[in-house]
């Protein structure tokens, strides 16, 4: 490794370990909160408490039922699986879903056919947003369970905003967060050097580059992202708080009139004039490989070196944040309440959280996806390996990616998707 | 599953003990195939109450996503069975020609319809294979890189790519079925005949083969625009954005967190139902309309030559459509084997088997457990569409009840299995082997009778009866010469119910649980992902399946085909 990419994978390293870190205090990393030191007894009782767990959780096979549009993801799915099995005797397996909503539905279904607290299909689910939502507001999730978990004390809930928030409801320990995600642009650094990173200058390069540019159709989620990210670009900072609160549909179409505009502005000069849209964000990124179109997005700031390992984009392509700050969210694992094999989705959850995994899921040959982990409340030990990882040239370093700035309220992604369907959807 | 005859244990055509099984028949089939679709239809309206439809109806977009729906769905099964009916008169008189275009059809047939809607659609992409191979000649070169033309290719507002790669799918189907329909009618006979009295091939095969074979042909050609009606896989890759047709929009409403929404996807799949059976209808009266305007026109001689020609240059369309087919799946083959494959590169820049190789290893429970799944429905459905064929060959009044056979090819999968969902919960019926076998046999069973169906009556009784005459039981008159007569037609029927099943994905997902990983659930969910060429070997894995199920099944001879030949 070269001192050159030692030092860009250190600044990445500081990026990843500190989400957020720049609307901190400089340097607060090294000064990170630690645990406050519990009384001898409760960590007894914590202890005992967990070989309990661990106890129950022997032989108890946990079906997983994740997101399986990715092998990458897939493989490393498999990898924990294979080592849950070993130390703890608990067999994982993954079900793979084109769409997570194909398990919300089914655990709903089930819940309705008297189903409650037993007899599920679902022992852990990988789920955030909306889909959460839609199990808490139902009360189909178990917990508070999060705090039950002995590698949870690694997580600083206070660091970042959506490690406790997870959309318009409070986590409440009914979700374990396994990764974070900021919203970035893709780009190849040797077609566009200067890529786009404002409203405005994205609308006059896609003017300049007709039919060069798309995003997915919402209410996809990266189309939805896309979307979210401008309207709080193009309003002034001061009437950004609204976004922060429930939708008032009295005043809803005079705070989102610039957001219209603008997308009808660069309506003409995008791919296929706009009359056409790609139904997903994993289509825009095939579209981007081929050549179709020159930028695409990214939730992960390692989709570009993941792309690029597997062989899919040039090795020139580059991952970069908005400028002023891009929207940033957690995605987690919650065990729904009619799981039959709690104990086992605990100690997987466990896993998913523990340092070693942590830090695997981060190499962007592995995966690429952020640590949820604090840096602060690691040993010195565990920092080391996530200090070793090589992040590659294409992560994008701490000013790249930017600050993390809050999603608006949920109601607004709802408000902003059928707002988008009755102006586009018609045709 | 008790009461049901397993599958040795039928006993068509026997002594008066047997003869009250076949009475017994239709109401056996009625008790083994109703409970899921009785549930699954009263789930589906119960959950779409008024307010849904109000809701559904306020989308916006909606008249559009129907009107398009409509049009894909009728010009794909028009042009369809136009050029099936083409090529197949092309090769009428050419019994091996007939014979290699059939085996070509039924490979095809094998192909699942996402994996050659990915396929067409790299094949046609203005990034595409068609348009790399031609080049620089189509690519402008800004600051010296190739940039492709932006066009509309595929997912015009239109729908035409998506009718193009549904005639590329339901044409082999058609064909297959048309030509197997043509040798059991004798129409190398008839047109000898026809042309002996100076009419061109092509006139005689369209005035006297095709109305003879049409009777053959008219449910697949429905279950084809039902398809083409419902169609999610093909319609996300190829099919329009703003907005997308009516089955598009029904599954994403389907699925909404939100309850209200999702009950105007159940309005929306139910509203499928409607289109499809006045769709049907209006083919029977379009049917009715040119039997009574063709009939006095099949005693005169043609005058103007202009079938032949029309003919022809249909021919010449299909077999460019077969030729697509073909492409596309050959582009998958690529896909799957490529290393790295970027544009504008023509051919990939590295192959690596590994992927295929590792995949293969990965997915070989799930490809075990989608052959099982597949073969029990057809172990079920084979047999029982023989005692139904047999009770109605002896009462042919038994045959008026059939029609809900048909109904899980009317239903849009999704609505079905919503509508089913809760009473199998309800059942603890859910995630067993038993739920998915009974699921898959309500898809498998109508495929399997239908392409029995016409082919076992029109066969010859007569050297049935003779075995009659000479002695043979009723039974063992059916095992001599019924068994050996049809032994082809089962074997396609098996074949197709069996490929039918294996492409059964929503079942798995929705009334599975997600319990019995199958093949098709794994394809789906690679697809959903960035990586083409995983997705492309996960598809051909899924389609080996099938393929290997046509190859057996053609390699048993057609005595009945054969002997007419000489």
């Given at each position: 490794?070269?001192?050159?990419?030692?030092?860009?994978?250190?600044m990445?390293?500081?990026?990843?370990?500190?989400?957020?870190?720049?609307?901190?205090?400089?340097?607060?990393?090294?000064?990170?909160p630690?645990?406050?030191?519990?009384?001898?007894?409760?960590q007894?009782?914590?202890?005992?408490?967990?070989?309990?767990?661990?106890?129950?959780?022997?032989?108890?096979?946990v079906?997983?039922?994740?997101w399986?549009?990715d092998?990458?993801?897939?493989?490393?799915?498999e990898r924990?699986?294979a080592?849950?099995?070993g130390?703890c005797?608990?067999?994982?397996e993954q079900?793979?879903?084109?769409?997570?909503?194909?398990?919300?539905?089914?655990?709903k279904?089930?819940?309705?056919?008297?189903?409650?607290?037993?007899?599920?299909?679902?022992?852990?689910?990988?789920?955030?947003?909306?889909?959460?939502?839609?199990?808490?507001?139902?009360?189909?999730l178990?917990?508070?369970?999060?705090?039950?978990?002995?590698?949870?004390?690694?997580?600083?809930?206070?660091?970042?905003?959506a490690?406790?928030?997870?959309?318009?409801?409070p986590?409440?320990?009914?979700?374990?967060?396994?990764?974070?995600?900021?919203?970035?642009?893709?780009?190849?650094?040797?077609?566009?050097?200067?890529?786009p990173?404002?409203?405005?200058?994205?609308?006059?390069?896609?003017?300049?580059h007709?039919?060069?540019?798309?995003?997915?159709?919402?209410?996809?989620?990266?189309g939805?992202?896309?979307?979210?990210?401008?309207?709080?670009?193009?309003?002034?900072?001061?009437?950004?708080?609204?976004?922060?609160?429930?939708?008032?549909?009295?005043?809803?179409?005079?705070?989102?009139?610039?957001?219209?505009?603008?997308?009808?502005r660069?309506?003409?000069?995008?791919?296929?004039?706009?009359?056409a849209?790609?139904?997903?964000?994993?289509?825009?990124?095939?579209?981007?490989?081929?050549?179709?179109?020159?930028?695409?997005?990214?939730?992960?700031?390692?989709?570009?070196?993941?792309?690029?390992?597997?062989?899919?984009?040039?090795?020139?392509?580059?991952?970069?944040?908005?400028?002023?700050?891009?929207?940033?969210?957690?995605?987690?694992?919650?065990?729904?309440?009619?799981?039959?094999?709690?104990?086992?989705a605990?100690?997987?959850?466990?896993?998913?959280?523990?340092?070693e995994?942590?830090?695997a899921?981060?190499?962007?040959?592995?995966?690429?996806?952020?640590?949820?982990?604090?840096?602060?409340r690691l040993?010195?030990?565990?920092?080391?390996?996530?200090?070793?990882?090589?992040?590659?040239?294409?992560?994008?370093?701490e000013?790249?990616?930017?600050?993390?700035?809050?999603?608006?309220?949920?109601?607004?992604?709802?408000?902003?998707?059928?707002?988008?369907?009755?102006?586009?959807?018609?045709? | 599953?008790?009461?049901?005859?397993?599958?040795?244990?039928?006993?068509?055509?026997?002594?008066?003990?047997?003869?009250?099984?076949?009475?017994?028949?239709p109401?056996?089939?009625?008790?083994?195939?109703?409970?899921?679709?009785?549930?699954?239809?009263?789930?589906?309206v119960?959950?779409a109450?008024?307010?849904?439809?109000?809701?559904?109806?306020?989308?916006?977009?909606?008249?559009?996503?129907?009107?398009?729906?409509?049009?894909?769905?009728?010009?794909?099964?028009?042009?369809?069975?136009?050029?099936?009916?083409?090529?197949?008169?092309?090769v009428?008189?050419?019994?091996?020609?007939?014979r290699?275009?059939?085996?070509?059809?039924?490979?095809?047939?094998?192909?699942?319809?996402?994996?050659v809607?990915?396929?067409?659609?790299?094949?046609?992409a203005?990034?595409?294979l068609?348009?790399?191979?031609?080049?620089?000649?189509?690519?402008?070169?800004?600051?010296?890189?190739?940039?492709?033309?932006?066009?509309?290719?595929?997912?015009?507002?239109?729908?035409?790519?998506?009718?193009?790669?549904?005639?590329?799918?339901?044409?082999?189907?058609?064909?297959?079925?048309?030509?197997?329909?043509?040798?059991?009618?004798?129409?190398?006979a008839?047109l000898d005949?026809?042309?002996?009295?100076?009419?061109?091939?092509?006139?005689?095969?369209?005035?006297?083969?095709?109305?003879?074979?049409?009777?053959?042909?008219?449910?697949?050609?429905?279950?084809?625009?039902?398809?083409?009606?419902?169609?999610?896989?093909?319609?996300?890759?190829?099919?329009?954005?703003?907005?997308?047709?009516?089955?598009?929009?029904?599954?994403?409403?389907?699925?909404?967190?939100?309850?209200?929404?999702?009950?105007?996807?159940?309005a929306?799949?139910l509203?499928q139902?409607?289109?499809?059976?006045?769709?049907?209808?209006?083919?029977?009266?379009?049917?009715?309309?040119?039997?009574?305007?063709?009939?006095?026109?099949?005693?005169?001689?043609?005058?103007?030559?202009?079938?032949?020609?029309?003919?022809?240059?249909?021919?010449?369309?299909?077999?460019?459509?077969?030729?697509?087919?073909?492409?596309?799946?050959?582009?998958?083959?690529?896909?799957?084997?490529?290393?790295?494959?970027r544009?504008?590169?023509p051919?990939?820049?590295?192959?690596?088997?590994?992927r295929?190789?590792?995949?293969?290893?990965?997915?070989?429970?799930?490809?075990?457990?989608?052959?099982?799944?597949?073969?029990?429905?057809?172990?079920?459905?084979?047999?029982l569409?023989l005692?139904?064929?047999?009770?109605?060959?002896?009462?042919?009044?038994?045959?008026?009840?059939?029609?809900?056979?048909?109904?899980?090819?009317?239903?849009p999968?999704?609505?079905?299995?919503?509508?089913?969902?809760?009473?199998?919960?309800?059942?603890?019926?859910?995630?067993?082997g038993?739920?998915?076998?009974?699921?898959?046999?309500?898809?498998?069973?109508?495929?399997?009778f239908?392409?029995?169906?016409?082919?076992?009556?029109?066969t010859?009784?007569?050297?049935?009866?003779?075995?009659?005459?000479?002695?043979?039981?009723?039974?063992?008159?059916?095992t001599?010469?019924?068994?050996?007569?049809?032994?082809?037609p089962?074997?396609?029927?098996?074949?197709?119910?069996?490929?039918?099943?294996?492409?059964?994905?929503?079942?798995?997902?929705?009334?599975?649980?997600?319990?019995?990983?199958?093949?098709?659930?794994?394809?789906?969910a690679?697809?959903?992902?960035?990586?083409?060429?995983?997705?492309?070997?996960a598809?051909?894995?899924?389609?080996?399946?099938?393929?290997?199920?046509?190859?057996?099944?053609?390699l048993?001879?057609?005595p009945?085909?054969?002997?007419r030949?000489?």
């Amino acid at each position: 490794m070269t001192l050159w990419m030692r030092i860009a994978g250190r600044m990445a390293l500081a990026a990843a370990l500190s989400w957020g870190a720049s609307a901190q205090a400089a340097g607060s990393t090294a000064t990170a909160p630690q645990p406050a030191p519990k009384p001898q007894g409760a960590q007894l009782r914590a202890q005992t408490d967990w070989q309990a767990v661990l106890d129950e959780a022997r032989g108890q096979t946990v079906r997983f039922n994740a997101w399986g549009g990715d092998p990458k993801i897939n493989e490393f799915i498999e990898r924990v699986a294979a080592e849950a099995e070993g130390c703890c005797a608990v067999i994982v397996e993954q079900v793979k879903l084109a769409d997570t909503a194909e398990a919300v539905a089914r655990i709903k279904a089930e819940a309705a056919a008297g189903r409650k607290t037993e007899g599920g299909s679902v022992d852990l689910i990988w789920i955030n947003g909306e889909n959460f939502a839609a199990l808490r507001t139902a009360d189909l999730l178990w917990g508070p369970m999060l705090d039950r978990l002995p590698d949870a004390r690694f997580i600083d809930l206070g660091a970042n905003p959506a490690l406790a928030r997870d959309g318009s409801l409070p986590v409440d320990g009914y979700e374990v967060p396994w990764g974070l995600s900021q919203f970035g642009l893709v780009y190849d650094r040797a077609v566009t050097p200067d890529p786009p990173r404002s409203p405005a200058a994205l609308a006059d390069w896609i003017e300049a580059h007709p039919g060069r540019f798309t995003y997915p159709a919402p209410p996809d989620f990266i189309g939805s992202a896309f979307l979210k990210q401008m309207l709080i670009m193009l309003l002034p900072k001061d009437k950004r708080p609204a976004l922060m609160r429930p939708v008032d549909p009295a005043r809803a179409p005079d705070l989102t009139a610039p957001l219209w505009a603008w997308l009808d502005r660069i309506r003409p000069a995008m791919w296929r004039e706009g009359r056409a849209f790609p139904p997903n964000g994993p289509a825009l990124e095939r579209m981007q490989a081929d050549g179709a179109v020159d930028l695409g997005f990214a939730f992960h700031p390692g989709q570009a070196a993941s792309a690029i390992a597997s062989g899919l984009m040039p090795a020139s392509t580059r991952v970069i944040g908005w400028s002023g700050g891009s929207i940033a969210n957690a995605h987690f694992v919650a065990i729904p309440a009619n799981a039959d094999a709690k104990a086992g989705a605990m100690v997987f959850a466990n896993m998913l959280i523990s340092p070693e995994i942590q830090a695997a899921k981060l190499d962007p040959l592995i995966w690429g996806d952020m640590t949820v982990l604090s840096a602060g409340r690691l040993s010195e030990e565990d920092r080391a390996v996530f200090r070793d990882i090589d992040l590659g040239p294409a992560w994008p370093s701490e000013e790249e990616l930017g600050p993390a700035i809050p999603e608006p309220h949920p109601s607004w992604t709802d408000w902003l998707e059928a707002e988008w369907s009755r102006r586009y959807l018609a045709g | 599953m008790t009461g049901l005859p397993g599958a040795g244990d039928w006993r068509p055509a026997a002594p008066p003990g047997r003869s009250r099984l076949l009475a017994l028949a239709p109401w056996i089939a009625a008790a083994v195939l109703a409970p899921p679709l009785a549930g699954g239809l009263a789930g589906a309206v119960a959950t779409a109450p008024l307010s849904a439809w109000r809701l559904l109806a306020a989308e916006p977009g909606i008249g559009r996503s129907i009107l398009l729906s409509v049009l894909v769905a009728v010009a794909a099964t028009v042009i369809s069975a136009a050029l099936a009916g083409a090529i197949a008169a092309l090769v009428a008189a050419r019994p091996v020609r007939a014979r290699a275009t059939e085996r070509l059809a039924l490979v095809l047939v094998a192909a699942p319809h996402a994996a050659v809607a990915v396929g067409l659609a790299f094949l046609i992409a203005p990034t595409g294979l068609l348009f790399r191979l031609a080049g620089g000649w189509i690519y402008t070169a800004a600051d010296g890189r190739a940039l492709p033309p932006d066009l509309p290719l595929p997912g015009d507002s239109w729908g035409l790519s998506l009718i193009a790669g549904l005639v590329v799918k339901e044409m082999p189907f058609l064909l297959a079925l048309t030509i197997a329909a043509q040798q059991r009618v004798g129409a190398r006979a008839a047109l000898d005949r026809a042309r002996s009295l100076g009419w061109p091939a092509a006139s005689a095969w369209w005035r006297v083969v095709a109305p003879q074979i049409w009777p053959l042909l008219r449910l697949p050609v429905a279950a084809v625009a039902v398809y083409g009606l419902g169609t999610v896989d093909m319609a996300l890759v190829l099919g329009p954005s703003l907005p997308p047709v009516l089955a598009v929009r029904s599954l994403s409403l389907l699925f909404d967190p939100d309850p209200a929404r999702a009950a105007a996807g159940a309005a929306a799949a139910l509203l499928q139902l409607v289109l499809a059976v006045a769709l049907i209808l209006s083919g029977l009266a379009a049917e009715r309309l040119v039997r009574r305007g063709g009939a006095d026109r099949l005693t005169v001689r043609p005058r103007r030559p202009l079938a032949p020609f029309a003919s022809r240059l249909a021919a010449g369309l299909g077999l460019l459509v077969l030729a697509m087919a073909v492409l596309a799946v050959v582009t998958l083959v690529f896909w799957a084997g490529a290393a790295v494959w970027r544009f504008p590169d023509p051919l990939p820049a590295g192959w690596s088997m590994a992927r295929l190789t590792g995949m293969a290893a990965d997915l070989a429970p799930a490809a075990r457990a989608s052959a099982l799944y597949a073969l029990l429905p057809v172990l079920i459905a084979v047999p029982l569409a023989l005692l139904l064929l047999e009770s109605q060959a002896r009462s042919p009044a038994r045959a008026v009840g059939e029609g809900p056979i048909y109904l899980p090819l009317l239903l849009p999968p999704a609505a079905f299995l919503a509508g089913l969902q809760g009473p199998v919960l309800r059942l603890g019926l859910d995630g067993t082997g038993l739920a998915l076998v009974w699921c898959h046999l309500a898809t498998v069973f109508p495929y399997v009778f239908l392409a029995l169906r016409e082919s076992y009556r029109r066969t010859d009784q007569r050297p049935r009866r003779l075995a009659r005459s000479l002695g043979r039981s009723g039974f063992g008159a059916w095992t001599a010469v019924m068994l050996p007569l049809t032994v082809r037609p089962l074997a396609v029927a098996a074949a197709i119910g069996f490929s039918a099943g294996v492409a059964q994905y929503l079942p798995a997902v929705m009334i599975g649980g997600g319990r019995i990983p199958l093949l098709a659930t794994e394809a789906v969910a690679t697809a959903a992902g960035l990586d083409r060429r995983a997705a492309a070997a996960a598809a051909l894995l899924l389609a080996m399946l099938p393929a290997a199920g046509f190859l057996l099944a053609s390699l048993i001879p057609d005595p009945a085909g054969r002997r007419r030949c000489r």
